[in-house]
């Protein structure tokens, strides 16, 4: 494997889930690694609420943008060699066919949106979302990525998504 690795995070809606992932391993800056995220349907708009939880740890916001998955199946696209869904719906649709056929891992995430009730158990929905995708990323990033076989690294993906 190449040693940058370029990692998308998929979602339905891409407003929420794969915006907080994508937000967090850009900013470990890592040199290793760049994120993306986007959704299968595309919501438009990135939830007010994940937009806090960039904010309050003090992540950047300016750009993050709520985008179609066919962004990145395009020709001129940037090469993926990880491809990671967030969330139940995306693990269950069929994903476009992606140049380079990079390793697929599904690590889903509770969805923060979907939770009615009070603004603090919204909040902590989201929260409680960040906090599970920062500790999985963070374990992906302690993957030696450069010793590892293919099958090895396929298998330590897929545990972390039931970490």
């Not at 969805?111 to 909040?123: F, I, K, L, Y």
């Amino acid at each position: 494997m190449s040693q940058h690795y370029n990692v998308l995070f998929l979602c339905t809606a891409n407003s929420a889930r794969s915006i907080m992932a994508e937000a967090i391993l850009n900013g470990r800056h890592n040199p290793h690694f760049t994120a993306y995220s986007a959704g299968s349907f595309p919501s438009g708009t990135v939830r007010p609420e994940a937009i806090k939880q960039l904010q309050l740890a003090n992540l950047p916001t300016e750009g993050v943008r709520s985008k179609s998955w066919e962004e990145f199946a395009r020709p001129d696209a940037p090469p993926m060699h990880f491809v990671v869904t967030v969330c139940d719906n995306a693990a269950n649709e069929v994903c476009p066919i992606w140049p380079g056929q990079p390793m697929n891992a599904h690590w889903g995430i509770a969805d923060p949106a979907s939770v009615t009730g009070t603004p603090q158990e919204v909040e902590h929905a989201f929260r409680d979302a960040f906090v599970a995708l920062g500790r999985r990323i963070n374990l992906f990033l302690s993957l030696p990525l450069n010793s590892l076989e293919t099958l090895a690294i396929k298998q330590e993906i897929d545990l972390i998504g039931r970490r």
